[in-house]
């Protein structure tokens, strides 16, 4: 699956089997569930190659309704770093809703755009919302890109 923002030339690639995989966990969680998405940038760092993704539990006291990450620990992160894969941002579910980023998703992915230790400036944010409709926005410190399926 491939996305692209029209107005700057940044594109993201997703394998279909980790879309698949997506919406696995998305079948098994009654609530909200979501991770971290791993991959790699190209050579010419436009696009975001999203290879593989880790799930993390749902921590948030309002779980129906909202994703917050638990700690994720720094052993996997580490092994990831072994195995050249980035974190290039997150994923979480809307299972009765569309979709679309909350303003609480808006801000937390950047923050996390802005966190130093992740070293993720332009940070993906992947929703999967009922009917397994799929949404992917890049985040800076002050901004927020759609990106849209692109079928070329
Ligand atoms: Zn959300």
């Not at 923002?5 to 594109?11: A, F, G, V």
């Not at 690639?13 to 919406?23: A, G, Q, W």
């Not at 009654?30 to 290879?51: P, V």
């Not at 993720?120 to 992947?126: G, R, S, T, W």
Request: glycine share 4%.
């Amino acid at each position: 699956m491939k996305f692209k923002c029209e107005d700057s030339r940044l594109y993201a690639e997703i394998e279909d089997s980790i879309v698949d995989r997506i919406k696995n966990v998305y079948d098994i969680n009654l609530f909200e569930a979501g991770g971290w998405l791993f991959g790699k940038y190209s050579k010419d760092h436009t696009t975001a190659i999203i290879e593989s993704f880790i799930v993390l539990p749902n921590i948030s006291k309002d779980p129906e309704t909202n994703f917050e990450f638990g700690k994720t620990s720094k052993q996997i992160l580490d092994e990831k770093w072994d195995e050249g894969q980035r974190i290039l941002g997150n994923f979480h579910t809307h299972p009765n809703n569309s979709p679309e980023p909350s303003l609480i998703d808006s801000n937390q992915s950047m923050d996390f755009a802005a966190n130093e230790k992740l070293n993720c400036p332009q940070f993906l944010l992947l929703i999967m919302g009922r009917d397994y409709s799929t949404t992917l926005h890049m985040y800076t410190t002050h901004d927020e890109l759609r990106l849209v399926r692109d079928s070329s």
